[in-house]
């Protein structure tokens, strides 16, 4: 099989059978620094992609798709635009909804929350919340029973549970005999939800006509909300359906809502990546070494075949191709390695907290109390990819100084 001569040559240099058992230990130090900083790239940046999809599924749980709501008013004709809504082909369910904000109390504890007035027979179709409830049926959310369902971590705060009294606050007065006083209204606890993410520390779920009397909304709904076929097209869809309706409504989709979180996780995992490149770098310096004191090994070699007519390029290629070699083995092993290590990671971590009894992720710290993992093919490939440029560059100066090496002077140093 037909074999380019400087292939051939940086191949035999490589060959870790070699007598100089120096040059060989640096060359598999440095293979082994290319792997372990692919495998740390790769295993980090699965950790950051599953915490991310496992948010992401959280707040799906829990959050409409998109949302469609009047302009600082409430709706007040909204069967007619649910109605519309519903044609869209996209659109799996659509149902009214009614915020307000408000503040929970019992006893001493006092805590700011949002009320989200929902319709029960509604709940399935437009966001599973019954597969979120830790205690409780959505059934109790009766019209006129003032029934609500709240957040694992607001129920824990205020010391509540099932069948308990709190009492809502709402900002607005009332003025009457006895003076100025804000509006109070006595709830019961009949359901405690548990996504994992802020939701459960101030969100309150109830039946909408009770909102509705709460808020004095007057027969109209905040806004609608919609469930669609796919989460992921949001955005677009959000966008078609403020064309359709001449802008006349203010279209928000869950992924707006939470662009900060998302823009803050992805900047991190930018960051993280450049950082940990860095350290890949790093080990792609021990490549820079190793063949700088390869080229100084084969002054003698280098001499000869330049005598023989080698050009300067052909001497170059021999170096940088051993050294890409080395950069592909060291890649190779890092990217198995690092799949391997990705795609286990959650149960390694389990196995280590129930070895030593520790808990590397507390649930009353953390939302989410395991270490998740999403391996991505791109993220694969960019790494890969990453690691073999940086240690092609690595070969450079090297080769380049393997080229200048002057025949007659190699030859009379061996001599």
């Known amino acids: 099989m037909f074999r380019p001569f400087f292939l051939f040559i940086g191949a035999r240099y490589t060959n870790f059978k070699r007598r100089d058992h120096f040059i060989t230990f640096i060359s598999i130090v440095s293979m082994v620094g290319i792997a372990l900083g692919v495998m740390v790239l790769i295993t980090v940046l699965s950790v950051m992609n599953g915490f991310t999809k496992e948010i992401r599924s959280r707040i799906l749980s829990i959050t409409p798709h998109v949302m469609v709501a009047g302009w600082g008013e409430n709706l007040q004709n909204w069967p007619v635009l649910a109605d519309q809504l519903s044609k869209h082909k996209d659109v799996e369910a659509v149902g009214p909804y009614i915020d307000g ?31 979120t409830l830790k205690v409780g049926k959505v059934d109790e959310l009766q019209e006129g029973s003032f029934h609500v369902i ?21 900002p607005e007065v009332t003025v009457s005999m006895a ?20 939701y459960d520390s101030g969100f ?7 909102a509705a009397k709460i808020f004095k909304t007057q027969g109209g709904v905040t806004g609608l909300q919609l469930r669609l076929d796919d989460p992921f097209a949001a955005p677009r869809i959000a966008k078609e359906i403020y064309n359709q309706t001449h802008g006349h409504y203010n279209v928000v989709d869950w992924t707006l809502l939470n662009s900060t979180y998302f823009s803050a996780v992805k900047m991190e995992k930018t960051m993280m990546f450049f950082t940990l490149i860095m350290i890949l770098a790093i080990a792609v310096f021990n490549l820079i070494s190793t063949l700088v004191m390869i080229v100084t090994d084969k002054r003698a070699d280098i001499g000869v075949l330049r005598a023989l007519g080698a050009s300067t390029r052909k001497i170059m290629a021999i170096f940088i191709s051993q050294g890409a070699i080395i950069g592909f083995i ?16 959650t149960d390694l971590v389990a196995a280590l907290e129930q070895t030593f009894r520790v808990k590397f992720l ?5 939302f989410i109390s395991f270490l998740p993992s ?12 990453c690691a073999m440029v940086l240690s092609l560059l690595a070969t450079i100066h090297p080769a380049w100084r393997a080229a200048n090496v002057q025949p007659a002077e190699a030859l009379r140093h061996d001599a």
């Open 362 to 366: 507390s649930a009353d710290v953390y």
């Open 101 to 131: 904000q408000g503040m929970l109390t019992r006893g001493r504890e006092v805590r700011g929350i949002v009320v989200k007035g929902v319709d029960p027979k509604a709940i399935d179709a437009v966001f599973p919340l019954k597969s």
């Open 204 to 210: 309150v779920f109830m039946n909408i006509q009770d």
């Open 374 to 385: 999403d391996l991505q093919t791109q993220d694969v490939l960019l790494i890969g990819v």
């Open 179 to 198: 003076g100025v006083a804000p509006r109070l209204k006595r709830l019961t606890v009949v359901g405690i939800f548990e996504v994992g993410y802020i």
């Open 330 to 345: 060291g890649t190779m092993l890092g990217v198995v390695a690092g799949v391997a290590l990705a795609l286990n990671v």
């Open 150 to 170: 709240i957040g694992s971590h607001l129920a824990k705060t205020l010391g509540v549970n099932i069948g308990d009294t709190v009492t809502l606050v709402i």
